[in-house]
């Protein structure tokens, strides 16, 4: 590994083919050819998988490294599936080889039976990931049969297997003989290659080095008297190829140093012909001379680098499928696209440096960097001369301060003694004030200096990035296609002249850095396929963004995360007058981090959302210490639940069936329930709420229904396909033009469509998913609204224009405020108002007969006042006039009514608007019809995944147990005394989890939580004993810790809602003096 000058560099960038953009930057001369390889490196921890994601967006190859005791982690797994989706090339390290011989005690043989299996857990995981795309491209297939009957594949389209097999799939794994695998032992620094020992054997046993790279890994086995290679047969106990001729000969270098065998040691190097230092040959530990021998004879640098420039692809290798998936966001499809945007796929496949080529770069994170190490920030070395003429000022300085101190000297014996002591430092003063005032810009700086900078770390993916060009910057929501209705002129507009365009911005490349390390050098140009950093776009990127000089260039997909955002905190500067300094640091914060969200709640806490506990404490440390350099106040976790309603239960707590007993008791319970329910509602013993607005002119019927588990997972998943049908929709609604609807987007609605369907049957289900009004909360959650009401039809699902009614136009604006009183609904639940979840609100009854009673009284009044007012012509005079107040009020009222014929149908009284009334009558009717069901709390729950030795599997489920956690399975890891333990971990008691983990094995379990889903919680919030069993059971108070009602009210105490609980307890104890110190 040579690093060398920035011209080198520079000259290095020219050539694509040579570049490998792999996940510190070096200059590598492998061979003949000079390559240059920029590595990213990207954290291990699951919290940090965000930065895996900005890394793997800009490279074009990873190594994934695998430790070779511990195997395939979740970790891994989470790693490879971001490099799949990311189409980029993957190639394996498999490293602590040096466990396996020092801590394992394995022979040879039991090592190569180990890593065989590492091998294959892994080309297992790879496999799933292949078959599962190859299946999803058959079924697009399929479908588009069934859409183009007469397509030529129509015949193949069903035969499912014949994907599999066709398909090539070989190049995709792992295996040593492609040369995709490295075999190492970093800390003892060696590492190698099959094909570095093929090239030898071949020479010394004098098999073609082709025939070695097939046979050193497998079962394969030497026959040395024929000078054949055969296949194994254990049987008769022979040694596979990779143990014979690389292992063993590894393993008898460890045994003689460890062992301390001088003679054996020195026959080694001899015959390797390696030269060893006289310091480390004599060193008392075994591990300096195994790393003086092994780092010479198989050098690490050599065969990973060597790896990475063969079997990396350079940026000219780019595939037009990774192009594809690219530029298409959201359920847009590439065919879909303005043909100006789908002429970009050329640009990028070609990536070419011509003046002609689009420049197009993409910016995956912001990171900051201490202005002071901006390199032009840095002091500049001084140069011989300019070190001269400063020694010369000095010196005129130092000869007109003696001058001045003289001329003085005679004037002095006139004044008193004490002039003669203050008039020389008289002197000095006036020298000290101008070095004062040269001196004091220099803070300012200072101070500038300590602020951080934003770097834009990003790839050029086509043409030359030069410094000081003018660029488009393009926001996530950007599209082509608005773009395209919005400038006439379309993509030949010029720049300058260019209307405001939503989510693009025009700026220049002011500052252009190539990433070395921790340092950075200032380039005037980067050609395409480099990695660089980007100075000055702080102000127009805040996380990630496309730039290109272009405007027909859509924004790439969004960054895939692997870890969701879960763990939220509130906080708070110490000292109140800080809270500038604390937006601000938040603010920076947030453009720092891919992941962290920062949110201001309507109670005007500002708080912090992390993917985890150490990803919190490494954003609270950046506050504190970068960005805000303030103290602040961390509020405890606050722990998201969601609230949703289930069917009624069949046996009571004490698993006794429910019987008549019972259902008295709980027939007292929900009479004394309906007595909490407010009059002027009537409720059905079916849970039907009937409902009418506060001017009695409407009458709402509404029930809650609880919805299957598989539909809320189906509408969890297609969140994104929901988004794009209500916007669909709402244009529809508008007349707006929607042939822009693609052939793709409409399968995708119909398969979503299709699933409700599935999940939806039964006689309670039916036509349920045709009537769909609505999802929530925010038009895209997982509760529906569904209209059964004869008199108005409205449905989420698009289709033609044709179908919507007089009365459907007529009354959309009452519609409207339906669906916003769900959305309300769904956004805060009556149990501690967060979000509701899996809950059909169903819509049995719209009564508005009163109120189209109202509104025909109303225009005959209005008709009436026009007869009798038309000739006076007071309707015009009145406005202008403002003496008398009765003129005033007789001319607003036929205004009134004049909006409401319009079509507004507001009708205004002193309940407020009409649509108003109608929001919070909805919002009432869906709370109350919740009440009326077995109401539960929903808490996150983490997967949490557990490598332990079988001494601490004990106390590992004793902490699992106590925080409310549940195993779902143990598996022990072959060939090792390690147990795999999967489990689920509620996200409320999570906090403080790794690190009681740890304290309570003495470190040898560590968890990985990852954010997985929701479950119910199955205690009952409100539950009291109703039989005599559970009296028996639980006791009168039924004091025993109900968790649901746990979690329930901290979080209405956090809220400052209404708790129901007993501030004293136990009265009748006293409490003494003494015992209270």
């Not at 938040?586 to 201001?600: E, T």
């Not at 049995?844 to 005959?860: G, V, Y």
Request: proline content about 6%; some cysteine.
């Amino acid at each position: 590994m040579v690093l060398n000058s920035l011209d080198k560099m520079i000259q290095l960038q020219k050539n694509t083919a040579n570049i490998r953009n792999i996940c510190v930057l070096a200059h590598v001369d492998h061979g003949n050819e000079e390559y240059l390889i920029n590595l990213i490196d990207s954290p291990g921890h699951v919290d940090f998988s965000s930065e895996v994601s900005t890394a793997v967006r800009i490279c074009d190859g990873c190594i994934i490294v695998v430790d070779a005791v511990e195997g395939v982690c979740p970790q891994t797994q989470a790693v490879l599936r971001q490099a799949w989706l990311e189409n980029i090339r993957p190639v394996l390290v498999i490293n602590k080889i040096d466990r396996l011989i020092v801590e394992l005690k394995f022979t040879p043989q039991e090592a190569y039976s180990h890593l065989k299996n590492i091998l294959e857990q892994i080309n297992a995981l790879t496999g799933t990931l292949f078959t599962s795309k190859v299946l999803e491209e058959r079924a697009e297939r399929e479908t588009e049969s069934q859409v183009n009957p007469n397509s030529e594949q129509g015949e193949q389209v069903y035969d499912w297997s014949t994907g599999l097999e066709d398909t090539d799939d070989s190049h995709l794994y792992f295996s040593p003989e492609q040369g995709n695998v490295v075999f190492t032992s970093a800390i003892d620094g060696w590492g190698f290659g099959i094909e570095h020992f093929a090239k030898i054997y071949s020479q010394k046993i004098g098999i073609k080095k082709e025939v070695l790279l097939k046979t050193l890994w497998g079962d394969y086995y030497i026959n040395m008297k024929a000078k054949k290679i055969m296949k194994v047969d254990q049987a008769k106990g022979k040694k596979p190829l990779f143990v014979q001729l690389i292992l063993e000969n590894i393993w008898s270098l460890y045994d003689a140093v460890l062992k301390k065998d001088k003679e054996k040691i020195d026959k080694i190097v001899t015959s390797l012909g390696l030269k060893i230092g006289a310091r480390e040959a004599r060193h008392s530990d075994p591990k300096v001379q195994i790393n003086a021998i092994c780092s010479q004879w198989l050098p690490i640098s050599h065969a990973v680098l060597a790896m990475v420039c063969q079997k990396l692809p350079s940026p000219l290798d780019i595939t037009a499928e990774r192009v594809e998936k690219l530029m298409c966001t959201g359920s847009q499809m590439f065919d879909s696209l303005p043909p100006e945007t789908q002429a970009l796929k050329a640009a990028f496949m070609k990536c070419g440096s011509e003046d002609t080529a689009p420049v197009i770069i993409f910016v995956s994170k912001m990171f900051a960097v201490d202005a002071k190490a901006l390199p032009q920030n840095k002091p500049r070395p001084l140069t011989q001369e300019e070190i001269a003429q400063r020694r010369e000022r000095a010196r005129q300085r130092h000869t007109e301060k003696l001058a001045a101190a003289q001329a003085q000297v005679p004037l002095e014996p006139s004044q008193d003694g004490n002039a003669l002591e203050t008039s020389p430092e008289g002197g000095e003063p006036r020298g000290d004030e101008q070095q004062v005032e040269n001196m004091t810009p220099k803070p300012v700086p200072q101070e500038e200096n300590n602020q951080e900078s934003f770097i834009a770390f990003a790839r050029v993916f086509s043409g030359i990035a030069q410094r000081g060009k003018k660029i488009f910057v393009l926001g996530p929501k950007y599209s082509p296609v608005e773009f395209l209705k919005q400038v006439p002129l379309g993509f030949s507009a010029p720049p300058d002249d260019l209307p405001p365009v939503p989510h693009m911005a025009y700026c220049t490349l002011e500052n252009l850095y190539l990433l070395m390390g921790r340092e950075l050098e200032e380039l005037e140009e980067v050609p395409p396929g480099n990695v660089l950093g980007i100075g000055g776009l702080q102000d127009f990127v805040l996380k990630s963004a496309t730039l290109c000089s272009l405007p027909s260039c859509p924004p790439f997909i969004p960054l895939n995360f692997e870890a969701t955002p879960i763990v939220r905190v509130a906080i708070e500067p110490k000292h109140p007058s800080e809270m500038p300094q604390l937006v601000k640091g938040m603010k920076l914060l947030n453009q720092a981090d891919p992941c962290v969200q920062i949110l201001i709640q309507e109670t005007g806490e500002h708080v912090l959302v992390t993917a985890g506990e150490v990803h919190l404490q490494r954003c609270l440390d950046d506050l504190k210490e970068r960005f805000a350099k303030i103290h602040i106040s961390v509020s405890e976790p606050i722990i998201p639940f969601r609230e949703t309603i289930t069917k009624p239960p069949k046996v009571d707590m004490v698993n006794e069936e429910i019987g008549k007993q019972q259902k008295v008791a709980v027939i007292h319970q929900t009479k004394e329930d309906q007595s909490k329910i407010p009059e002027g509602i009537q409720v059905d013993s079916n849970g039907l709420i009937t409902i009418t607005t506060p001017n009695k002119l409407a009458m709402l019927s509404v029930r809650a229904m609880p919805l299957p588990e598989e539909v809320t997972q189906i509408l969890e998943e297609n969140s994104d396909l929901i988004r794009s049908m209500e916007q669909l929709t709402s244009s529809l609604n508008e007349g707006k033009n929607t042939q822009m609807i693609h052939q793709k987007t409409q399968e995708k609605i119909l398969e979503f469509k299709g699933k409700l369907e599935q999940h939806l049957t039964g006689r309670k289900w039916r036509n349920t998913v045709d009537q769909i009004w609505s999802f929530g909360p925010r038009k895209c959650g997982p509760n529906i609204l569904v209209n059964k009401s004869e008199d108005f039809q409205n449905s989420v699902w698009p289709g033609p224009a044709g179908k919507a009614s007089k009365e459907a136009s007529r009354y959309r604006d009452l519609g409207n405020s339906i669906v916003s009183g769900f959305q309300l609904a769904t956004l805060s639940g009556p149990m501690c108002e967060e979000p509701v979840m899996g809950v059909c609100f169903v819509l049995e009854k719209w009564d508005l007969s009163k109120f189209e009673e109202q509104e025909t009284s109303d225009k005959q009044n209005q008709e009436q006042s026009d007869l009798v007012k038309g000739g006076q012509g007071e309707v015009k005079t009145c406005s202008s006039r403002d003496e008398n107040q009765e003129q005033q009020d007789d001319c607003c009222e036929p205004f009134e009514k004049r909006t409401t014929q319009k079509g507004e149908s507001s009708l205004t009284d002193c309940y407020g608007p009409f649509s108003g009334q109608l929001i919070a009558t909805m919002k009432e009717a869906c709370r109350f019809a919740l009440q009326m069901k077995p109401q539960r709390l929903m808490a996150a729950m983490y997967t949490c995944d557990i490598m332990a030795t079988g001494d601490v599997l004990g106390r590992v489920y004793a902490v699992l147990s106590k925080r409310e956690g549940r195993v779902l399975q143990e598996e022990m890891k072959e060939g090792t005394d390690m147990f795999i333990i999967k489990a689920v971990l509620p996200v409320a008691e999570s906090f403080g989890f790794a690190d009681e983990i740890r304290k309570r094995t003495s470190g040898l379990a560590s968890p990985q939580l990852v954010f997985s889903h929701w479950e119910i919680i199955p205690s009952d919030p409100f539950w009291v004993p109703t039989t005599e069993e559970e009296y028996l059971h639980f006791g009168e108070k039924a004091d025993s810790e109900n968790q649901a009602r746990k979690y329930m009210n901290a979080v209405r105490k956090r809220k400052g809602l209404y708790v129901e609980e007993k501030i004293v307890e136990h009265a009748e104890k006293q409490r003494t003096l003494s015992k209270n110190k």
